[in-house]
């Protein structure tokens, strides 16, 4: 599903932005979820916040957290990136809420776990990658994902903290978009200089002989793994469990 050119804007510049590739009125009922989880986790006490202030919140097992979040995470076009990045066996990480609140800093840049805990050289194919999905209209003022094309082929290097690169982009687009991230790019969140939250989806996904960062099959519900469908089974891990021979 994905064409030539955009395989090989992955391949040169390790992002992929695919523009309004979820339909308005999906887009719309994902942010209207995603603010109410967030706000519910929150009252309970049990909000994920982080940088400073507490002006950024995740939003953990989304799977877990309403049907349409199940079907979402088996989008064909974003799949199609992942399964190109990181093979058609690739499972799902993690699929996660995260909200920019006004006054959000920026966050800095970093490539993504477990890259980042590797010895160097980094492996130069892919491990890991990220979707971000837009559920407002990404702008410089509200923090739209800032990354260094092309930064995924420093094998030995990482993003030091406080330095300026002149070659660091923001990524804007309109909502209903995914920006699809090789998790070796330098990238991080930006400033939200607004009055509204910036929300978004991020899924993550990484090859099938990487542990992912949440265990799925034990925190997503029974009736859920019942239902799912082949693909969305494999993005949880049941395909590549390990082996039980004595």
């Excluded at 050289?121 to 994902?145: C, H, K, Y």
Aim: glycine share 6%; aromatic share 6%; with cysteine.
């Amino acid at each position: 599903m994905l064409t030539i050119a955009e395989k090989n804007k992955l391949d040169q510049n390790g992002i992929l932005l695919l523009e309004k590739v979820i339909d308005l009125d999906t887009t719309l009922q994902l942010r209207e979820r995603s603010l109410e989880l967030a706000a519910e986790e929150q009252k309970a006490g049990k909000g994920h916040t982080y940088l400073q202030n507490d002006t950024a919140q995740r939003v953990w097992n989304l799977i877990n957290k309403g049907k349409i979040f199940e079907e979402a995470i088996q989008h064909s076009k974003m799949l199609a990136a992942m399964e190109y990045l990181l093979g058609a066996d690739c499972t799902l990480s993690s699929f996660t809420v995260n909200i920019l609140y006004p006054g959000a800093p920026d966050a800095g840049l970093h490539i993504d776990y477990p890259l980042s805990a590797l010895p160097t050289p980094r492996p130069s194919f892919p491990m890991v990658a990220n979707s971000v999905w837009f559920l407002d209209n990404f702008t410089l003022e509200n923090g739209a994902t800032s990354c260094i094309p092309r930064s995924h082929k420093q094998l030995e290097a990482l993003p030091e903290s406080g330095v300026e690169y002149a070659d660091k982009q923001q990524i804007c687009g309109p909502r209903g978009s995914v920006l699809i991230v090789n998790g070796s790019i330098w990238h991080g969140s930006s400033e939200n200089r607004t009055n509204s939250p910036r929300v978004a989806l991020l899924g993550f996904f990484c090859r099938s002989i990487l542990k992912p960062q949440q265990d799925h099959l034990k925190i997503v519900s029974d009736e859920i793994i019942e239902r799912a469908t082949p693909i969305l089974k494999r993005l949880l891990g049941l395909n590549s469990l390990p082996n039980l021979n004595m």
